[in-house]
T-cell receptor
Framework: GNSVTQMEGPVTLSEEAFLTINCTYT??????LFWYVQYPGEGLQLLLK?????DKGSNKGFEATYRKETTSFHLEKGSVQVSDSAVYFC??????????FGKGNQVVVIP | DGGITQSPKYLFRKEGQNVTLSCEQN?????MYWYRQDPGQGLRLIYY???????QKGDIAEGYSVSREKKESFPLTVTSAQKNPTAFYLC????????????FGDGTRLSIL
């Protein structure tokens, strides 16, 4: 079946540092890929998406490129702020409009 | 503004009690979903509905029930058969069609008294 794997453990970094969160997937066909962000006590918000190979999704300084050859969709941001502290989820689309989610990564940005 | 409204934000359940979580959307979305979120486990799908009066079990449906009598509403009942109900519950919706993103409510946190 389809699955999404995110790197283990929280990510702690200083303000203005470069952020990378790894996401790899296993899927049949050609799914769309998504990154969601969850702030404390809230639901998930769509951060960016890509619908086909080599597409680059971008929003609020975050970027991710759909790499079919490496089955990856890594999230990057060049200079993080304290306000970027949140949990980030990678997801892919499945049949019947279902989504398969990774386990999420807690990101903590220290001033 | 269109969106998804979940209520209540916090809910407490006594042993042996059924409780119902509300989810309403005014986005005119076709499909609706319920997820359970536990620390370190990501999101797990409980039930989903693609159309009024129809719904399917997700990966962890045991101890839960749903109904879809109106397009806008998809309430979730946590029954007494669910032995470990303490969790954060998220409702989502989407337009029907391939590869559409889901839109989420702000969640309900359920705890056991």
């Amino acid at each position: 079946g389809n699955s999404v794997t995110q790197m283990e453990g929280p990510v702690t970094l200083s303000e203005e540092a470069f952020l990378t969160i790894n996401c790899t997937y296993t899927a049949t066909g050609y799914p769309s890929l998504f990154w969601y962000v969850q702030y404390p006590g809230e639901g998930l918000q769509l951060l960016l998406k890509a619908t086909k190979a080599d597409d680059k999704g971008s929003n609020k300084g975050f970027e991710a490129t759909y790499r079919k050859e490496t089955t990856s969709f890594h999230l990057e941001k060049g200079s993080v702020q304290v306000s970027d502290s949140a949990v980030y989820f990678c997801a892919l689309s499945e049949r019947n409009n279902r989504l398969a989610f990774g386990k999420g990564n807690q990101v903590v940005v220290i001033p | 503004d269109g969106g998804i409204t979940q209520s209540p934000k916090y809910l407490f359940r006594k042993e042996g009690q059924n409780v119902t979580l509300s989810c309403e959307q005014n986005l005119n979305h076709d499909a609706m979903y319920w997820y359970r979120q536990d620390p370190g486990q990501g999101l797990r799908l409980i039930y989903y509905s693609q159309i009024v009066n129809d719904f399917q079990k997700g990966d962890i449906a045991e101890g839960y029930s749903v109904s879809r009598e109106k397009k806008e509403s998809f309430p979730l009942t946590v029954t007494s058969a669910q032995k470990n109900p303490t969790a954060f519950y998220l409702c989502a919706s989407t337009l029907w069609g391939s590869n559409q993103p889901q839109h989420f409510g702000d969640g309900t946190r359920l705890s056991i008294l």
